[in-house]
């Protein structure tokens, strides 16, 4: 023991240590109990016949002591979970893959995206397309205008509000050379898309291309075979490749789409669905005086690695294609 320190058994095994001149007293405990408090936290609270679906700090501190585990603070608790980054109280949405051929879908789209299919490099006359439908967008009319931001305060939104009904907004992205396409439509669905397709596919240079590759998920208005089939017969060299279920995040589509949520459905402010629409279009021929291809560095690596990830917590075998 070094001078100035004084030292003494505790009521649950632990030491404690007080160094003078100031310094903070800190109890040292069994490193036991430090290895079962940690386990606990990494427990659901169920499995204690809790009803609680995630443990607070104070919650678990609470369980701990009551069970006997140990007599530490909380702060030291949470000290110990620190140390480990273990935030019980946090949680993170999660969904497994459900469908067997996941790996190979999404590992086709990333191939064109890089510009290869099955293989091979694409030419120069064949493109991809990346498509989809915004749907339910509202137009929420303020009942008092919207207030411009001022010196020392922001913006006023006016919280009342009526709404005025609802739009659909379609958009096709040209992944390589950042040209969009888009329309509003009063709803989703077979037909909305299919005027999407013939605004792509009436000009140039998709008309006379090679190939067009149109990137999709599995919404209804493109889903299935019969999607694909009746691709193919009005436009025999545009070609459907679905994405698997679940990977709306594959598809560059949905990152023009979180733009258009940031940058022109935030505030929603508009007294009619005319005016909302207008605001759309507006809107996507503005994206087109400075829009450039996205910088997409999501890989087959990274995708084999996400899997792998994703396996180790699958709660049974689940078999994914390589």
Known sequence: MSPGEDSGSGPSGWTGSRIKRGRVDRAVFPPEQVAEVKAIAC??????ELPLSRFSRVELHRLVIERGVTEASASTVWRWL?????K???????????????????????????????????????????????SQLQALGREHPTVAPGPGRPGLLEFEYVRGGTVAYLAAWDVHHARLFDRVATTTGIVPFGKLVDQVMNVEPYRSARTVYWVVDNGSSHCGNASVQRMAAK??????????????????IEIYFSIVQRKAMTPNDFGSLAQLARHLLDF?????????????????????AVIEKITRHEPQPFALAA
């Not at 893959?97 to 995206?113: I, Q, T």
């Not at 436009?235 to 560059?252: D, E, K, M």
């Not at 996507?284 to 084999?304: E, I, S, V």
């Open 43 to 48: 427990e659901l609270p169920r499995t204690h």
């Open 82 to 86: 620190h140390e480990d980054a273990i």
């Open 88 to 134: 019980p109280w946090q949680t993170r949405s999660w969904i497994f893959p459900r469908d067997p051929d996941f790996a190979e879908k999404a590992g086709r789209v990333l191939d064109l995206y890089a510009r290869t299919f099955n293989g091979k490099r694409l030419r120069p006359d064949e493109y991809v397309i990346s498509a989809d439908e915004k």
């Open 235 to 252: 436009y025999p060299n545009a070609r459907l490749i679905h994405l698997p279920v679940h990977a709306s995040w594959l598809n560059q």
């Open 284 to 304: 996507g021929q503005h994206y087109r005086t400075l829009a450039q291809p996205f910088q997409w560095t999501f890989t087959r690596a990274k995708l084999d």
